[in-house]
């Protein structure tokens, strides 16, 4: 563990709160890459604004662009196109990815573009005190929704899936060996590939929704029965499928187009 | 298109000189009357093994361009005033990452989706304040096609020279006019290549040298308040220090604002314009002229920075009267009001999405000197 720190850490311990999911992320990534055999000047950490968006910038000592509100998969988009050797990660979260982002990401997921999407769903806005995101379960107490939230939560596996994502899991941080498997997948893997990741907020959502570390080990695992598990999620590898890449196509297009370029 | 003569639409004019300027990447949403910019440059951009992306919205095509120009090519996107205003928030990060992009408006008439096909000169303003926060910015506005052409590739160079987005304001006028381009051998072009932080760089302490994604460097980029090195830093002092540096490489350097101007020798009274409207002014200038008006006319090529010192200089104490043309509701009026002091500043505007007539403009001026 040492010596991974020192290999792709810029600086810990990190400012993540006490019980959250993100530490466990870097750490599950950390080993994810260093078990692959791949350069790590090639990684792009690409992420956009919120807790989740912290996990690469600044702690992963390797190419981090932290960017603006929602907009990392259309970044990562451009960043890719450009250099098509980077092997581009994005880490968002639920409201970065799914409510500002939410269009970035079925496109990206339509162009089945060469990008890898680790999405950590902690079912609100945590960094700016708790309000009400689109994943939050119904009837849920957040700051924007004291009454119970009103609105129906997306299913996000279920949402890339129908805009043509080519590889789909999800996984809670309380699988981590599971979750390092699926990562490595899910990089090597020549598509979009998108990874929900559940993980607890007990700061904003768990204080207003009574739920301990122990409920939402309940909450989060596959074996619980459907009473437990009120947020009725499968968990695994969803999709896993071949079907043209993005930028391959791209190539394709240019080298029928350079045969009749004029400079 | 090969070195030669052309007769081409502006937008065509914009696109080839991006890639005469070595522009690698495009991404665009479909927007009337830029539209052609990208049409053109899908096809076009292959063939010199460039890429091209249509995005879902403007937002994610400025993202996307940011995106690129960090991992090593020269990037564009071409907007109007809709998309422009969606874009924003992406320059910002922009002008706060010091990203070299280049981003076209082709305005047209607003506000909201007003005259969509109609010309208009309305983000005078917006190309300079529209993005959040504190920065300079270079904004450079075309009168011809040709000079589309050229500005495209000056855009480009001042973008990869001071590391900041570069704003070519078009209108619709001379994004849709057909007329000559001349485009010469590439030999004879200046481009301006960008300089990384592993090459032999000598940092004048302004404009630092930029990273490359890829390259093992391990950059950390971001848009919070961050040291030179990336790191974030909160503390007044570091943020201080960063915006004084981003606008202080800007307003140091004179030599980004370019103007022309025409008989000021023996001139009471100066018409200044700027993109379309400054061709008519130029003929109610003649026009005016010929009538025995001692008048002469100024065209602000580059219109933000603000060319303060220049027009304070060109425009002497004989001069009482100054007539600023213009398709909004009086814009660059406000700016010249500030800089000249000593002479009276009348606004000639026209909205509606028309282009002022030499009649209208000569009308007006006389109007005014003959009261």
């Known amino acids: 563990m040492i010596n991974l720190i020192k290999k792709y850490s810029r600086f810990l ?47 992963l000592n390797l190419d981090t662009f932290h960017t603006v509100h929602g907009r990392a998969i259309a970044y990562a988009t451009g960043a890719k196109v450009a250099n098509k050797k980077l ?64 609105e129906r939560p997306f299913d996000l596996c279920d949402l890339v899936k129908s805009a043509g994502a080519t590889y789909i899991a999800r996984w809670s941080v309380f699988q981590p060996r599971q979750l390092i498997k699926s990562m490595k997948e899910a990089i090597l893997h020549k598509g979009f590939a998108f990874i929900e990741i559940l993980s607890p907020c007990p700061t904003e959502f768990g204080r207003r929704n009574q739920l301990s570390i122990k409920d939402y080990l309940s909450l989060f695992d596959p074996k619980s029965s459907r009473e437990k598990n009120k947020f009725k999620t499968p968990f695994g590898i969803l999709v896993k499928k071949k079907s043209p890449e993005f930028c391959d196509i791209l190539d394709q297009i240019k080298k029928i187009a350079s045969k009749k370029g004029d400079i | 298109m090969l070195p030669g003569k052309y007769l081409v639409l502006g937008d065509i004019a914009c696109a080839e000189g991006a890639i005469y300027a070595g522009c690698k990447l495009f991404a665009g949403y479909p927007i009337t009357p830029a539209t052609e910019i990208a049409e053109y440059l899908s096809r076009r951009l292959p063939e010199v093994g460039g890429d091209f992306l249509q995005m879902e919205d403007e937002i994610a095509s400025s993202a996307a361009i940011i995106g690129a120009s960090w991992a090593g090519v020269k990037a564009m996107t071409a907007t109007s005033g809709p998309g ?23 305005q047209r ?49 001042l973008s990869e020279q001071y590391r900041i987005p570069v704003i070519l304001l078009m209108d619709g006028a001379i994004g849709h006019m057909r ?193």
Not at chain 2, 138 to 144: A, D, E, G, M
């Open chain 2, 84 to 106: 422009f205003s969606l874009m924003q928030e992406n320059i910002s990060y922009a002008y706060h990452t010091e990203t070299p992009i280049v981003i076209v408006n082709v």
């Open chain 2, 109 to 157: 008439s607003g506000p909201s989706t007003g005259q969509a096909t109609y010309p208009a000169q309305q983000e005078f303003y917006q190309s300079r304040y529209g993005a959040h926060g504190d920065y300079e910015s270079i904004v450079l506005c075309p009168s011809s096609v040709q000079e589309t052409f050229d500005m495209t590739i000056r855009s480009f160079n």
């Open chain 2, 179 to 371: 007329e000559k381009l001349v485009i010469p051998n590439p030999k004879n072009l200046n481009i301006i290549r960008r300089v990384y932080m592993d090459d032999n760089y000598t940092e004048n302490g302004l404009v630092l040298p930029m990273g490359k994604f890829g390259s093992g460097q391990k950059l950390l980029i971001t848009g919070s308040a961050h040291e030179i090195s990336g790191k974030r830093n909160y503390t007044p002092k570091v943020h201080q220090s960063t915006i004084k540096r981003i606008c202080s490489k800007i307003q140091a350097n004179n030599d980004i604002i370019e103007i022309e101007s025409f008989n000021l020798d023996d001139a009471n009274t100066i018409i200044i314009s700027y993109g379309v409207s400054a061709r008519p002014s130029y003929g109610a200038m003649l026009n005016l002229r010929k009538k025995g008006v001692k008048i002469g006319f100024i065209r602000l090529k580059t219109i933000w920075p603000f060319p303060d010192t220049l027009l304070r200089n060109l425009i002497n104490n004989n001069v009482h009267s100054i007539f600023v043309v213009e398709m909004n509701n009086g814009m660059a009026v406000r700016e010249v009001s500030r800089v000249i002091k000593n002479a009276q500043v009348f606004s000639i505007s026209v909205l509606g999405g028309i282009i002022p007539k030499i009649k209208y403009i000569t009308k007006k001026v006389e109007e005014i000197i003959y009261d």
């Open chain 1, 13 to 59: 311990p990190h400012k993540f709160c006490p019980g959250c999911g993100n530490g466990i992320i870097l750490n599950c990534f950390m080993r994810a890459i260093d078990q692959l055999d791949i350069d790590p000047n090639s990684y792009l950490c690409v992420s956009g604004i919120g807790c989740s968006s912290w996990i690469p910038s600044p702690y």
């Open chain 1, 87 to 150: 092997n581009v990660i994005v880490f968002t979260g639920d409201g970065d990815g799914a409510g500002i982002g939410g269009n970035h990401l079925i496109h990206a997921a339509r162009r089945n573009i060469n990008l890898t999407v680790f999405l950590i769903n902690n079912y609100i806005y945590g960094m700016t005190g708790g309000q009400m995101a689109p994943t939050t379960p119904k009837n849920s107490i957040t700051s924007t929704s004291v009454f119970g939230s009103p």
